[in-house]
């Protein structure tokens, strides 16, 4: 374990992981601006919406609407969330930079999420995978509950393993590990790092921890110290998962933000203007979200 | 830097640091019904009120009061916040195991946190860390600001181990470093730390977070991996500084037990009793309080 990178990648999943767990309804409106603002940060990825039926995630039924609308920054990969063969039909005709797939790493959450066994869901995606690298996007695998599931305990890294070596057989890019309902702690990092880095390179792993005890920020910094150096967050740590219970939102990106400013970390952002999109989508949804630093800055203005 | 400790303890301040910014009273009987609580909780340091004069702290007006009546558990040092030879005699006849002396490593924080320069400050605590050392109490030196200063910044480690320096000389037995306004990143541990210990042993120092920015928890592991064990934390992350504006309050009892109790770290603590302390707390001040473990336990009850 070492000195940590000096730039970080930081994918801003809000539009997406953070709304979709959003009872009430944002207008498409509301979303494109939110998602403008947002791409004039400075953020180099917006997952800006999913294309999984709206059955499940009504929040985000506008997801064809809101991908023509948006305004395409050159320098932002727009991604969304891909189940299968329709959604990424979809979402090519609305205009996607990236597709990300999407599997958990325990039985269980998956065949909850997504109501197929793990051995099932590789040839749904490995279709999408190839289809999407057709048609020359950048893919991501989603792995969820690398750590722990809510209804199996603790996940074996071996199960991770295999289940990220399939993905990466099919022909994703990289691979973004999820701490699906935020128990983590950094002994859990360092255990399953220590596993992944030796069969993958450290610039294919994401890093994607929810918040809901608080160590998401610690887990972060550890994750840098193997050298890791991208992580999804989303905006004022809008979110939470609607099939594992009790998990909060993703770690908040401007938590994240204040953190690699203070490290000395270069990630591109501009606070301000981040600032500007949170306090744009917490006023909008008339909540306050958890992100300390958001709350802070609130509360001196 | 290394491993952690196979042991941390924590300090419950609560009762005072989280205690003395809240506004609404809160009754006697309720603050020592509180206290017994977290007594039987197995923490083994609970600072139970505040010395200060009153007028400064109206919420602890009853600190000699609290003294008097809470039940003295053999496994607990109850100590208290003393800033004077008057509050000192309050509290040896209200019954201290551990008398808390205070002052800031910037000049203007400790001007206007008790009106007085640093080198006027000295003779004052010196004063009461003999006494208390005389009446065979345990001393421990609060010093603020040991990172930033809400007025000037960032403060110079040198200018913090001058201050550690002339209260481990008049006596004092450990030293608590605050990270009053909860702005640190662990980088800012790494420098502070390494230069403390060249020149005092880690056993001497405690760490105290505030978590304004949701730093405090990474700031812990990293002080842990420089081999520090104890920390200061309030419960459900109770607090904030009435002279420190816009900081949040100490890092969280619970969070900080849900990070030692992943990372397999003997506190001795039961995170039921707790709970309980948490939730009583919670209730009787009428609101929800910051800590992410306490909500998700809460959520999910």
């Known amino acids: 374990m070492g000195r940590w990178s000096e730039f970080v990648q930081i994918k801003e999943v809000g539009p997406r992981d953070g709304l979709q767990n959003e009872k009430q309804w944002l207008s498409t409106s509301d979303k494109v601006h939110w998602i403008n603002t947002l791409s004039e940060s400075g953020l ?45 039909e979809l979402a090519l005709d609305a205009g996607i930079d990236g597709a990300s797939v999407f599997m958990s790493s325990s039985e269980t959450h998956n065949q909850k999420n997504i109501n197929k066994s ?15 690298k057709e048609a020359g996007k950048h893919v991501t695998g989603y792995v969820s509950t690398v750590f ?4 199996e305990g603790k996940v074996n890294p071996e199960q991770v393993l295999r289940v990220c070596d399939r993905l990466l057989d099919a022909g994703v890019d990289d691979l973004s590990l999820g701490d699906t309902i935020g128990t983590a702690v950094p002994a859990q990092v360092d255990q399953l790092l220590g596993k992944m880095l030796k069969n993958f390179p450290g610039e294919k792993l994401i890093m994607h921890f929810h918040d809901t005890r608080g160590m998401a920020i610690a887990n972060i910094m550890r994750s840098m110290e193997h050298g ?3 992580f999804d967050s989303s905006i004022g740590g809008l979110g939470g998962c609607p099939f594992a219970p009790g998990a909060a939102g993703n770690v908040a990106t401007n938590d994240v933000l204040y953190l ?37 800055v609130a509360s001196q203005s």
Chains 1, 2 share one sequence.
């Open 44 to 88: 180099t990825e917006i997952e800006y919406s999913s294309f999984v039926h709206p059955k499940w995630v009504p929040a985000l039924a506008d997801a064809h609407e809101v991908g023509r609308r948006i305004k395409r920054y050159p320098n932002v990969r727009y991604s969304a969330l891909i189940p299968n063969m329709k959604g990424l």
């Open 118 to 132: 793990i051995d099932e869901t590789y040839p749904v995606l490995e279709e999408v995978i190839h289809e999407a």
């Open 148 to 151: 722990d599931c809510p209804y």
């Open 228 to 230: 890791i150096a991208r």
């Open 260 to 296: 690699l400013n203070g490290l000395g970390i270069k990630t591109g952002i501009d606070e301000n203007k981040l600032q500007e999109a949170a306090l744009y989508i917490q006023s909008k949804l008339g909540k306050s979200l958890p992100s300390k630093s958001l709350a802070y």
